[in-house]
């Protein structure tokens, strides 16, 4: 393998290597992809189009890494990824910019959410790491032990919507449990993972992080088919992740996937209004609405539907669209040419399904950036559950409107979805908000807020939004694998 010298012009490299046994190498494959930022059409920077040779020599390092590693000291662990928060944190800035410039996110939003979020993976595994340990059952004539060791090489794959934050959801609780890992992280947005492999390279032996990049088809099926991988964990769309799990069956290994959503946010006629429709049209534009727990259903109680959507549309209509660097900005560009061809699709759809166009619908045109992969943020009404745009993950800043009377056939119509990511009620009726909380089949509900995560919380799906419980304590369980030990005295 050649090992890769580029140049630094502006925020990036030319180009980046793999990360392989510590070195930044180039693909055996000989071909590159190249990145461009999304608001600007610009060129960025080049990447490895990696194969399964890649593949192979990421998973051999991080094989021969893991022994020495799943030995190491919980303190020396520890030290590791609190000294990784803090070379973030140094350089938090640059980072938000780098996310900003290769997603098309605005660099207020990666400030103040994307890097707090991902140093803060790094802090909440330094100090959990000290909860993994075994226990000992006691048993009249016997003693038993369970050891809880590090399950092995671990083969991470992630998405492009916050690359740096996923990252950190991944190799932060892998890291801690002890783990080696090989990294896939996305062909369209990841060069803000390279640069935090850069970063911390030198703090960790060759080998316990591997990062590979390139086009899923490419290195997926080499990479979790491997025999020499014990545990998959993916975040992406529920189509990969069935590719995914039939590669890992075949290896007979456990995985964890973080997938798709169209989560209900539920309003009831005792909510505070205004507060509702403000985090609702937070939620439309969040990250471009390209995140998997979006409220991107909206469910409102009739007698109050007029008012809800007369402010919601107020409010979505106040988002100023544009220069993602820009301060006031706060709808940036859309990741990719393929996720704003896929959403003016489903503008189309709507239209044709019968919904109503209640705000947006369209492309967005923003002066001196005619290049950029702007959208308008839209609200729907008018939608009825079963229409298309209300089952199909859009990811896009576009959140439905559906109108309800009766509590339970509204309860029917918001678990009527193949998705349990998240969702929210709206109610200053405690027993209301209790109640529609229970029958929620939903990984995550907010009570009179939206997009409220305290560290440590477990998130995760329900149905086919996915299994395993990251940001939390629980994903170290996935990290490990306990042995028994019986001991007759
Ligand atoms: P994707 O699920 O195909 O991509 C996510 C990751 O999986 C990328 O790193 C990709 O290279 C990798 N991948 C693709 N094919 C693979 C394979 N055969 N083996 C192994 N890895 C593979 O998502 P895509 O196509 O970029 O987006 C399509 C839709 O998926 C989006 O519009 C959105 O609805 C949903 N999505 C949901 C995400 C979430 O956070 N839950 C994140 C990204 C996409
Ligand atoms: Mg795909």
Redesign the pocket.
């Known amino acids: 393998m050649s090992t890769i010298e580029t140049t630094r012009t502006g925020l990036f490299l030319d180009e980046y290597g793999h990360f392989i046994n510590g070195e930044w190498v180039a693909s055996q494959g000989g071909r590159t992809i190249a990145l461009s930022n999304p608001a600007t059409g610009r060129a960025l920077a080049k990447i490895q189009a990696g194969n399964a040779r890649d593949v192979q020599a990421a998973v051999a390092a991080a094989k021969a890494a893991f022994p020495a590693w799943s030995r190491s000291r919980i303190e020396e662990r520890q030290e590791i990824l609190l000294e990784i928060a803090r070379r973030l944190k140094a350089r938090s800035a640059e980072f938000a910019r780098m996310e900003s410039a290769n997603n098309g996110k605005t660099v207020t939003e990666a400030t103040i959410h994307d890097l707090p979020e991902a140093i803060g993976q790094f802090e909440y595994f330094s100090g959990a790491v000290y909860s993994l340990h075994g226990e000992t059952r006691d048993y009249p004539d016997l003693i038993g032990l369970t050891h809880r060791e590090p399950i092995g090489v671990v083969a991470q794959?992630?998405?492009?919507?916050v690359p740096l934050l996923m990252a950190s959801m991944k190799l932060a609780p892998a890291l801690a449990a002890g783990c080696t890992v090989v990294l896939?992280?996305?062909?369209?947005v990841c060069l803000t993972v390279l640069e935090l492999i850069r970063e911390i390279g030198d703090l960790l032996p060759p080998g316990v992080v591997n990062l590979v990049t390139g086009?899923?088809?490419d290195?997926?099926?080499a990479?979790?088919a491997h025999p020499d991988v014990r545990k998959v964990a993916?975040?992406?769309?529920t189509?990969?992740?069935r590719?995914?799990i039939e590669?890992a069956a075949r290896n007979t290994i456990p995985q964890t996937m973080?997938?798709?959503?169209k989560s209900a946010n539920i309003i009831c006629a005792s909510a505070d209004l205004d507060e509702a429709a403000r985090t609702a049209a937070l939620s439309t534009v969040f990250n471009k609405g390209e995140?998997?727990m979006a409220g991107s259903r909206v469910f409102v109680e009739r007698s109050v539907h007029d008012a809800f959507l007369e402010k919601f549309v107020r409010e979505v209509d106040s988002v100023q669209v544009g220069d993602p660097s820009h301060a006031e900005t706060r709808l940036g560009a859309m990741s990719s040419r393929?996720?704003y061809e896929?959403v003016q699709g489903y503008f189309d759809i709507a239209r044709g399904e019968g919904a109503e166009i209640a705000t947006g619908g369209t492309a967005a045109t923003v002066a001196d950036f005619p290049d950029g992969l702007f959208l308008k943020p839209t609200i729907l009404s008018g939608v009825r559950n079963d229409m298309r745009v209300a089952q199909e993950?859009?990811?896009g800043p576009v959140t439905s409107v559906i109108a309800w009377d009766d509590e339970s056939e509204m309860l029917r119509q918001v678990n009527d979805s193949r998705y349990g990511l998240a969702g929210a009620v709206w109610s200053n009726d405690l027993k209301q908000a209790h109640r529609i909380a229970r029958d929620m089949q939903t990984g995550v509900i907010w009570v009179n807020t939206y997009y409220n995560l305290p560290r440590g919380m477990p998130v995760g799906g329900y149905k086919q939004s996915g299994f395993g419980r990251e940001l939390s304590w629980d994903i170290l369980r996935d990290y490990t694998i306990t042995k028994s030990v019986i001991i007759p005295l």
């Open positions: 794959i992630i998405p492009w919507n896939k992280p996305a062909e369209t086009y899923g088809q290195v997926g099926e990479l979790v993916f975040t992406g769309s189509a990969t992740a590719k995914i590669y973080e997938l798709g959503g995140v998997c393929a996720q896929k993950e859009i990811f």
